[in-house]
Structures are given as structure tokens and as C-alpha cells.
């Protein structure tokens, strides 16, 4: 805590500095914006006559879109609070699918570390192919049928650490005898998580959810709850200040010597002062690289999903599986010119994804 050390990341950390579009050809043709350096960096190209880079938004939109999903609230539970005298606490484990082979993964992960120079890849070759997300809930029951809970978890293989809370309403619970004994329970709710341990962007996930649920007691010993329900998601991505050549140093490549202020008069060809617009002054360099920090365009999207699973109570101890799904498209859920770049749907060939989770709890 008191000195500084060497940045680390995991092979699945975000690397958006990747997510990069050449500029438009010119006259003089395409060139590519930066190169590729010694040491597996990305340097600018004072070749492209000092054009900038371009952003790839929609790539960066499919990778925000698919961390969100595995990051978002699993909704793991029955519709069956815990009761205003008791509580749970519990862990989760969810294993979410993503498009592996595409190329805003490959792209925009880190990858793997070389062992002797301790270098990254300049791409990550072999993405995994699930984003494995497990957490430690725990859950409080108040009168009336509400509940609390606080979550807090991380991505495995990454920096990524999560956390929010969640409250719950259940409508109808808790009836043993007559007609109302025969029908299920029902519950309603809403939920929050998001992110920290990256600078690279910002990931917040809200939902609401409802579910059904029914008790089956055996033996008077062992309950088994199966449950379904439907849960939807928003989902909030904004980017950080992003270096698209991070390897190139602005401020040498400049030969810096301050900004054009009353300070720091700098005079044009006439020999008359210029403006002072706060831009970099430079000495004989180039202050192009100045424009290739950037910021992506921010993502807002929904998703709508279908969740089932069934609990397993044995007096305290409890164990569940959990699977969630997409049921419609990203593409379709997310349509209008918010949702476009060039006319075409940023979300465009975006998989469908899935989640499979289990969780193992005590109930007091």
C-alpha cells in the first residue's frame, strides 16, 4: 500500500485500446492509423499523416453487452421469502457462455502473460469460453412478505470484482391448507450490480424479475422448490479515457513545452500571436498523438431473459441449479437509430447467451 508496483491484469481483462477502426482511406490510400511495436505494443503511425484512430463502437457494445449478462443478477431463488424471523447466506457459482471466437474477444482481452518478458499478447488468441462468476449472497426476510438482499462477487480469470442488492416482494407465500395451498407462490422484484477493479469502463446492470414457485415436501424432512420466472435487464456501459496507442508517449513525441496560454504565448508564420485555445505547444514534434485518447460511445440496452431451477432443503442446508436464457435476441430487443452505427445494428450477430449456476446456502 505504500509503494507502487507494476500493473497486472488476467487474460480476460478488458483491453479496449484493441477495439480499434482505421480512418477512411485517403488520396493517398489506407494506412493504418498505428503499428505494432518491438515489444508487442501498439504505436502510433506517423505514417497515416497523422490521422486519429477511430473507435470500434460496436465491438466495444457486444463486449459490454456480454459481461454485462454474466455479471447481472441471477435472480436464484424461489418465490418463497426467507420470513421476517430468519435469513440466508449462501454462495453462487454461474457459468455464463460467450461468443469466444469473435473478434471483439480476441480483440479486446487481455490474454495471456509471456512468462519470460512478461509481456502481453497483442491479442488473445484463446479467449475462454465461459465467464465464470461466483459470489457469496445473503438474504433477509421483513414482515409483509419483503426481503433484502447484498451481494458481492468477482469474474474468475479477471480483475473484475461485483457487488449490489436486491429486494423482493412476495405477493403470495406460505399457505399450507384449503384452496390457496394448491396454487403457487408468486413474487416480484428488482436488482442492481456493478463493477469495479478495471479503469477501462463502467458496468452497472438493474433488473426486475418475477417468479412462480411450489414447495414439495418429502418425508417431512427434505423440501424440494422448483421455480420459473422472467427477468429484465438494463444494462449500462461507459467507457473510460482509453489510449488507443498506448505504447507511444504523447507529451516526447511532441516535444512538449506547455499549453498555448497568456503564459505561454506561442506566435504563428506572421509572427503574430495565436489564440490561446489551451492546445498543446510543441517544439519541433507533432501533437497528434494527443487526439488518440478517447472515449467510446456509451451502451444502453435491454435484454429480456427466462430463468428456471429447482431448490433442494434439507432442515438448514440448502442446494440449487439454476439455468438462465435469452428469449429474445439482443438485436431484437434493442432496435431504433439509438441502437445503430451506419444503419446497421450494433448488435448485430450478437449470440444468444446462456447461464448455468448452482448455489449452496444454510437458512436460519
Keep these: 500500500m505504500a509503494s507502487s508496483s507494476l500493473a497486472a491484469a488476467d487474460a480476460m481483462d478488458p483491453a479496449l485500446a484493441r477495439l480499434v477502426r482505421d480512418p477512411e482511406p485517403s488520396v493517398g490510400g489506407a494506412v493504418p492509423c498505428r503499428i505494432t511495436g518491438p515489444k508487442n505494443g501498439l504505436y502510433y503511425n506517423p505514417a497515416s499523416r497523422y490521422q486519429r484512430c477511430l473507435t470500434d463502437d460496436a465491438a466495444f457494445a457486444k463486449l459490454i453487452a456480454q459481461y454485462g449478462f454474466a455479471v447481472a443478477p441471477s435472480a436464484m431463488h424461489s418465490a418463497r421469502t426467507t420470513g ?32 519470460t518478458s512478461k509481456n502481453f499478447s497483442i491479442e488473445n488468441r484463446s479467449p475462454d469460453s465461459f465467464l465464470q462468476h461466483y459470489g457469496l449472497k445473503v438474504r433477509k426476510g421483513f414482515p409483509f412478505g419483503f426481503e433484502l438482499t447484498g451481494a458481492v462477487g468477482f469474474l474468475a480469470n479477471t480483475s473484475l470484482v461485483s457487488a449490489g442488492a436486491d429486494v423482493r416482494w412476495s405477493l403470495f407465500e406460505g399457505f399450507r391448507r384449503g384452496l390457496p395451498a394448491i396454487l403457487p407462490e408468486l413474487a416480484v422484484g428488482g436488482s442492481v450490480r456493478t463493477i469495479t477493479g478495471t479503469e477501462e469502463f463502467q458496468l452497472t446492470v438493474a433488473g426486475a424479475d418475477a417468479e412462480i414457485s411450489k414447495p414439495l415436501p418429502i418425508a417431512g424432512t427434505v423440501v424440494i422448490t422448483p421455480y420459473v420466472g422472467y427477468q429484465w435487464l438494463r444494462i449500462f456501459g461507459d467507457s473510460g479515457l482509453i489510449d488507443l496507442t498506448p505504447n507511444t508517449d504523447a507529451v516526447n513525441f511532441c516535444n ?20 490561446h485555445d489551451g492546445q498543446p505547444v510543441c517544439d519541433g514534434g507533432s501533437q497528434a498523438d494527443f487526439n488518440n485518447t478517447v472515449v467510446f460511445d456509451a451502451v444502453r440496452m435491454n435484454r429480456h431473459r427466462l430463468h428456471f431451477g429447482a431448490q433442494l432443503r434439507f432442515q438448514m442446508v440448502k442446494l440449487g441449479a439454476h439455468f438462465i436464457t435469452d428469449i429474445v435476441s439482443p438485436e431484437d430487443a434493442n432496435q431504433g437509430a439509438a441502437n445503430e452505427i451506419d444503419g446497421e445494428n450494433k448488435f448485430a450477430g450478437l449470440g444468444s447467451q446462456w447461464t448455468l449456476g448452482i448455489d449452496l446456502g444454510a437458512m436460519f
Design 256 to 275: 512538449f513545452r506547455g499549453v498555448n496560454s497568456p503564459a505561454n504565448p506561442v506566435q504563428g508564420q506572421d509572427g503574430k500571436p495565436l489564440p
Design 84 to 115: 421476517y424471523g430468519g435469513f440466508e447466506i449462501g454462495i453462487e457459482a454461474n457459468y455464463t457462455k460467450i461468443d469466444s471466437d469473435a473478434d471483439y474477444w480476441k480483440q479486446g482481452t487481455q490474454g495471456p502473460q509471456d512468462p
